[in-house]
Each structure stands twice: as structure tokens, then as C-alpha cells.
């Protein structure tokens, strides 16, 4: 499984970005998608996450900013981050959380992280 994230950039404290991270391959089905995010010298945390049911978590730094969906047909989930704020400046790792068809295992899959950078 390939994941493949994009929409990162640079923006002013109160604008907008566009997250996208599309998985590819094909003998797995995704369970839960997720957004984490890593400030320099912090650990990686959890932004938000959605399963396959689209059943929404979120941190509470984020809640009412930030919105999460999927599209199954496309492997493809998203974040929509509204009022951006500068400690939102971190780099944002996509995740998915997969089963293999034909094993039954579970195993757990990151794209290569993408850049958000919010000036004041």
C-alpha cells in the first residue's frame, strides 16, 4: 500500500489548505484513515481520524476548524483546515489503517508527510 499525500503550503494565520492523501493497492481494504501532524522538536500527534463508516475524531486544538472525510471509492481521505492559526505549523502525515483480503492482517501504513506553514 502506497499512500500519497498533497496540499500543503504556506498560508496566513486565518486562512485555508486543502489536505488529500489517496492510498493505492490492491489486496487490502482500509479500515480507519487519519491526519497526524508533527511541530519540530514535538512528537507526532493525532489531528483527526475517520473510519470506514465515517465516524469523526478529532483533537481538541482542531475541533470546529478542521474537517476530515473520505471518499471509499477513491481510497482517498481529506482535510478541509479552516481559521489556520500559526501552531498549526507542522509537517501533516496521512495514515491508514489496513487489512489484507486474503491474511486477515492488520497493518498499519504512513504517507511520506507534507508541509503546513501558517505565518502570523
Known amino acids: 500500500v502506497q499512500l500519497q499525500a498533497s496540499g500543503g503550503g504556506s498560508v496566513q494565520a486565518g486562512g485555508s489548505l486543502r489536505l488529500s492523501c489517496a492510498a493505492s493497492?490492491?489486496?487490502?481494504?482500509?479500515?480507519?484513515m487519519g491526519w497526524y501532524r508533527q511541530a519540530p522538536g514535538k512528537q507526532r500527534k493525532l489531528v483527526a481520524s475517520?473510519?470506514?463508516?465515517?465516524?469523526?475524531k478529532y483533537a481538541d486544538s482542531v475541533k470546529g476548524r478542521f474537517t476530515i472525510s473520505r471518499d471509499n471509492a477513491k481510497n482517498t481521505v481529506y482535510l478541509q483546515m479552516n481559521s489556520l492559526k500559526p501552531e498549526d505549523t507542522a509537517v501533516y502525515y496521512c495514515n491508514a489503517d489496513t487489512t489484507e483480503i486474503y491474511t486477515g492482517d492488520n497493518f498499519d501504513y504512513w504517507g511520506q508527510g507534507t508541509q503546513v506553514t501558517v505565518s502570523s
Open positions: 493497492g490492491s489486496i487490502f481494504s482500509i479500515n480507519a
Open positions: 475517520i473510519t470506514s463508516d465515517g465516524r469523526t
